[in-house]
C-alpha cells in the first residue's frame, strides 16, 4: 500500500528542505517514545522536527491500516456513504485522507488535535484532499468540544498517548457524537489489544454494536500471550528508508481495529485470525466464529469449493 499521489507529493514538499540526518534522528526519538509506550499525557509529536519524522516514518503505516480498517467496514456495510467525519487526534490527517480514498461521499471533515505544530501541517496537506476541513484546537483528553454528530467518528493511533483514566470518557464522548459508525485503530501490539478491549467492553456497555473486525460481541477468545491483530505491507520510500536505516523498501504493519455502530451487521461471518497455513491438498485456518469461539479449521481438497475459498482468503478477511 502507498500513500494517495497528492497526498505523497504535499508531504514531499513539506519535507524537502529537511536534511535526512535530522528526520533520521527525530524519527529515532519518536520510535523509542512509541516503543516504552510512555503514557504521561505528554504530546510525543510537539515540535517541528517529530512532526518530520512522523510524515517520513509513521503517515505511510497508518495511512494504510486505517486504509484496511475502512475497508472491513465498506466490505460489510457496501451502500453505506458517509458524508461527515469527526476524528479525534487528527495528526497529519491519515484519516481523512484514508477516508476519502474509501468513500468519495465524504465531504466534511473536523480534526481535532492538540499540537499545534501537528495541526499546522494538517491543514497544509489537507488543502489537497478534496474535503472541506476545520481542524479544532482541543486537548481530548480533557475534553471533547461541543460539535454536530458526524456520520464517521475515528480515533487512530491516540489512544496509546493518553493517561489510561482518560479513554472512558473520551470514549463515551465520542459514541456520542458518532451517528452511526466509530472506528478506534492502535498498534498491532498486545498493548494495543488490550486497550481495544477495554473500549470494547466499554462500547458494548453503551449499546454499541460491534461491526469488525470482531464476528460476535462475547469475549474475546483469545488467550495471552496471543493476541488479535493485523497485518499490512507497506511501501518505504526512499526517505523513508534513509531514516529508518532499512534496506527493504516495505515494512509490514501490524495494526488492531475497532468498529462499532448504531445499525446490526445484516450477515454471520467468521474472521480469519492469522495468515492461512497452506501444504499440498490442505489449508489450516485460525478463525474467529461468529459465536465468539476461537477455531482451528483444517480445509482440504476433498471439500472442493469451501478449499477454493480457503485458498483465497488471507489474514483479517472474513469467510
Ligand atoms: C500517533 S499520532 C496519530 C495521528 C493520526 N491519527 C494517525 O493515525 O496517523 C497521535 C496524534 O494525537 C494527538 N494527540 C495526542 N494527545 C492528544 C490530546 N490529548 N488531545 C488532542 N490530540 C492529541 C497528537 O498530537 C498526534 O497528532
Redesign the pocket.
Known amino acids: 500500500m502507498e500513500l494517495p499521489p497528492r497526498l505523497r507529493q504535499a508531504v514531499d514538499e513539506i519535507l524537502r528542505d529537511t536534511p535526512i540526518a535530522d528526520i533520521r534522528k527525530a524519527a529515532e526519538l519518536l520510535s523509542q517514545r ?1 516503543r516504552s509506550e510512555v503514557r504521561d ?1 505528554r ?4 515540535d517541528r522536527l517529530a512532526v518530520t519524522a ?1 510524515l517520513a516514518t ?2 505511510p503505516a ?2 494504510a491500516t ?1 486504509r484496511a480498517s475502512l475497508a472491513a467496514i465498506a466490505e460489510i456495510r457496501p451502500a453505506w456513504a458517509p458524508r461527515s467525519l469527526l ?9 481523512l485522507w484514508a477516508a476519502r480514498d474509501q468513500w468519495p461521499s465524504l465531504e466534511d471533515a473536523t480534526m ?4 499545534e505544530v ?1 495541526s499546522r501541517v ?1 491543514v497544509a496537506l489537507a488543502r489537497e484532499s478534496g474535503a472541506r476541513t476545520t481542524w479544532v484546537a ?5 475534553a471533547v468540544p461541543a460539535l454536530e454528530r458526524a456520520d464517521l467518528v ?5 489512544l ?3 493517561v489510561p483514566t ?1 479513554i472512558d470518557p473520551l470514549i463515551e464522548r465520542l459514541w456520542e457524537l458518532s451517528a452511526d459508525v466509530l472506528l478506534v ?1 492502535e498498534p498491532g501490539t498486545p498493548a494495543g489489544w488490550q486497550r481495544i478491549l477495554l473500549v470494547r467492553d466499554r462500547l458494548i456497555a453503551l449499546g454499541a454494536l460491534i461491526i469488525a473486525p470482531c464476528p460476535h460481541a462475547e469475549r474475546c477468545p483469545l488467550v495471552a500471550p496471543d493476541w488479535c491483530h493485523f497485518s499490512r505491507r507497506v511501501a518505504r520510500s526512499r526517505r523513508h528508508r534513509l531514516a529508518k536505516d532499512a534496506d527493504i523498501p516495505w515494512e509490514d504493519e501490524k495494526f488492531i481495529y475497532l468498529a462499532v455502530s448504531r445499525k446490526p451487521n445484516d450477515t454471520a461471518f467468521a474472521r480469519v485470525l492469522a495468515r492461512p497455513r497452506a501444504a499440498s491438498g490442505t489449508v489450516r485456518l485460525k478463525l474467529c466464529s461468529p459465536t465468539g469461539q476461537l477455531e482451528e479449521r483444517l480445509v482440504t481438497k476433498r471439500q472442493g469449493d469451501d478449499y477454493k475459498v480457503a485458498r483465497r482468503v488471507d489474514w483479517g478477511d472474513r469467510l
Open positions: 512509541y499525557g504530546l510525543h509529536v510537539s512522523y509513521r503517515l497508518t495511512y486505517v476524528d479525534a487526534g487528527g495528526g497529519p490527517g491519515s484519516v481535532l488535535e492538540a499540537s501537528m494538517g482541543a486537548d481530548i483528553a480533557r475515528t480515533l487512530s493511533y491516540v496509546g498517548e493518553l482518560a485503530v
